[in-house]
Structures are given as structure tokens and as C-alpha cells.
């Protein structure tokens, strides 16, 4: 079973193995609207924890989503190109943004677990 964490931007990461799964949380895709457009990183690029690696622009603004952890991109979701509005209707599934090969699986130990993230977000809400 995959080994899920957020940050406090609302990016998660899903982690099987040496590769983690990148993209927003629930709050987030509902806090943006409707997602319009998404800017994708090239494959083999390098991302150092926090920096931005994809971009999503919805009906109210743009942002940027940050690595939760360093790593190298190995795979991309090409189909959100043609059909970014499966960020809100999946967030969690199909919607996912990018992969990562970790480059440092402690760099995990800084991110929320499901239910510190749920505190959070209850937090600023």
C-alpha cells in the first residue's frame, strides 16, 4: 500500500517503493475552482525539495506546486494536457500531476501523515 503525505501547500505525495506520486489534495483542487490549464515539468528534470514543479491554473488563479521532497521526474501525466478538469473531478487518482525518484526518502520524515494534514486543513478552514 502506498505511503501518502502532504505539505502545507496541499501537495501530496504517494510513495511506493523509491517513487512518489505528485499532486493536490481535495482542499486544494476546491479552493482553486475549476482547473483550466496544467504546465508539466520534462522528464528526466531535477527538483529540489520545495521547488516548483508543475503549474495549475484554475478560473481563479495560478500556482505553482512544489516538490514535497527532491527527487528526478520519471513520469508525467500527459493526459491532464487535454483534460486538466480531472484535477477536480480526482484529485487523488487520476488527477495526479507528476513522479518523482526520490532522492532522499528522509526528506518524507518533514510531511503530514493523513491525519495531521486533516488537522490542518480544519485549521485554516
Known amino acids: 500500500m502506498a505511503n501518502i503525505r502532504y505539505t502545507k501547500d496541499h501537495e501530496y505525495i504517494s510513495v511506493e517503493g523509491d517513487t512518489g506520486t505528485i499532486g493536490i489534495s481535495d482542499y486544494a483542487q476546491q479552493q482553486l475552482?475549476?482547473?483550466?490549464?496544467?504546465e508539466l515539468p520534462e522528464l528526466g528534470r531535477k527538483v529540489a525539495k520545495g521547488?516548483?514543479?508543475?503549474?495549475?491554473?484554475s478560473v481563479k488563479a495560478a500556482s505553482d506546486i512544489y516538490a514535497p521532497v527532491a527527487g528526478e521526474v520519471v513520469a508525467v501525466?500527459?493526459?491532464?494536457?487535454?483534460?486538466?478538469?480531472?484535477?477536480?473531478?480526482?484529485?487523488?487518482?487520476?488527477?495526479?500531476?507528476?513522479?518523482?525518484?526520490?532522492?532522499d526518502p528522509k526528506q518524507l520524515d518533514d510531511l503530514m501523515d493523513e491525519a495531521a494534514y486533516q488537522a490542518f486543513v480544519a485549521s485554516i478552514s
Request: glycine content about 16%.
Open 77 to 103: 501525466n500527459g493526459a491532464l494536457e487535454a483534460a486538466p478538469g480531472t484535477v477536480n473531478e480526482d484529485p487523488a487518482g487520476k488527477g495526479w500531476f507528476l513522479k518523482l525518484r526520490i532522492a
Open 51 to 57: 521547488d516548483g514543479a508543475a503549474v495549475v491554473e
Open 33 to 38: 475552482g475549476d482547473v483550466v490549464f496544467v
